[in-house]
């Protein structure tokens, strides 16, 4: 088991790692969403996605700071009478979508793959239907 403090460092390293190398990426898809071309937007975007974050982690529900910057660049760009690209923003909405499901078929294939090619039991259904972890 690991220690707080290294996974905390482990983790920082990797979404280090993460902005540097794939960073560009996301600004670049967010950048063809719209252009938020005035630093009272830029300001005005950052702090909607903020706040959005803010409330619904205090309403307890589940939230992507992407999902709250995307809505802040839409707002700017209806409030600034500037176009909003569809096709990015279809792109970005469909990737919310497909993501849950990849990342749900790439764990069945890992489980499945350590369970099978390895022989380690990873989980035992129980008698009720509900998935038991085997220690």
Not at 87 to 113: K, N
Request: proline letters at 4%; aromatic letters at 8%.
């Amino acid at each position: 088991m690991l220690r707080f403090r290294t996974a905390a460092i482990l983790c920082a390293v990797f979404v280090v790692l993460g902005a540097v190398i794939s960073g560009a990426g996301a600004s670049d898809g967010l950048g063809k969403l719209g252009a938020v071309n005035a630093l009272p937007g830029s300001f005005t975007v950052a702090l909607s996605a903020a706040l959005t974050v803010y409330a619904m982690t205090k309403w307890g529900r589940p939230v992507s700071t992407t999902q709250a910057v995307v809505g802040g660049i839409v707002g700017w760009n209806v409030f600034s009478d500037s176009p909003t690209d569809l096709a990015s923003l279809t792109q970005i909405a469909g990737t919310w979508v497909a993501s849950p499901i990849l990342g749900a078929l790439i764990c069945f294939v890992m489980l499945f793959i350590v369970q099978n090619v390895f022989e380690q039991q990873v989980f035992v259904l129980s008698s009720n239907s509900h998935a038991e972890t085997k220690p």
